[in-house]
């Protein structure tokens, strides 16, 4: 299994708290991504990042912002938590290249925002 | 731009009894194609993937998927399914130009009764 870890690996939080959660990875993969998922949406990507300290925008990156100071790990942070943002959150990473952009996802992150 | 459309989102079976989920795609430059698989509480896993060449793709647990470009298709397929491929099954396109982003379908289903 690809080196990934998460955490929290489940969190309640309050509306308008600031949250931010870790994914790692031991693998020394280039791209990085963060997905959300809720029922009936598959997954849908928030921000993602293709090298230390790039990042770009995903299609739900609205109230998410994200930060990649070293390869192996990728944060994302929800500045000030809505109930709307409760979901599971999914990291993923990916060789990139000829490795074809096959992702190894982390185990995830269940968040609630009461 | 880039789609998926997983065109059942729950499929019932019957142990031994094979099984196709139905994947269709869009995308205005060439593309990878995968098939990942999620079993309760887990991430996702990959299952199999096309890259180039031959359009039939095996995974090691005996499952299939063709790519077909004129009808943008990738379905995947079982001949014999067993009680433990229950999971969520997610079909996913990425296009070799836009840094590995994947497009993940909503999802389909697979419950295997016995």
């Known amino acids: 299994d690809a080196g990934i870890t998460q955490s929290p690996r489940h969190k309640v939080t309050e509306t308008g708290t600031p949250v931010t959660l870790r994914c790692h990875q031991t693998?020394?993969?280039?791209?990085m991504y963060w997905y959300r998922q809720d029922p009936g949406h598959g997954l849908r990507l928030i921000h993602y990042?293709?090298?230390?300290?790039?990042?770009d925008k995903g299609e739900v990156s609205d109230g998410y912002s994200v930060s990649r100071s070293k390869t192996e790990d990728f944060l994302l942070t929800l500045e000030s938590a809505t109930s709307s943002q409760t979901s599971v959150y999914f990291c993923?990473?990916?060789?990139?290249?000829?490795?074809?952009?096959?992702?190894?996802f982390g185990p995830g992150t269940r968040l609630t925002v009461t | 731009a880039q789609s998926v459309t997983q065109l059942d989102s729950q499929v019932p079976v019957f142990e031994e009894a094979p099984v196709e989920l139905r994947c269709n795609y869009s995308?205005?430059?060439?593309?990878?194609l995968f098939w990942y698989v999620q079993y309760p509480n887990q991430g996702l896993q990959l299952l199999l993937k096309?890259?180039?060449?031959?359009?039939l793709v095996e995974s090691i647990n005996g499952f299939e998927a063709e790519f077909n470009k004129s009808q943008t298709s990738f379905h995947l397929r079982k001949p014999s399914v067993h009680i433990s491929d229950t999971a969520e099954y997610f079909c996913?396109?990425?296009?070799?130009?836009?840094?590995?982003?994947?497009?993940f379908g909503d999802g389909t289903t697979l419950t295997v009764k016995p």
């Open positions: 096309y890259l180039s060449g031959s359009t």
């Open positions: 996913a396109v990425t296009a070799n130009t836009n840094a590995g982003k994947s497009t």
């Open positions: 993923a990473i990916s060789e990139g290249g000829q490795a074809s952009y096959e992702q190894y």
């Open positions: 693998e020394n993969h280039r791209y």
């Open positions: 990042s293709y090298g230390v300290k790039d990042t």
């Open positions: 995308s205005s430059v060439s593309v990878y």
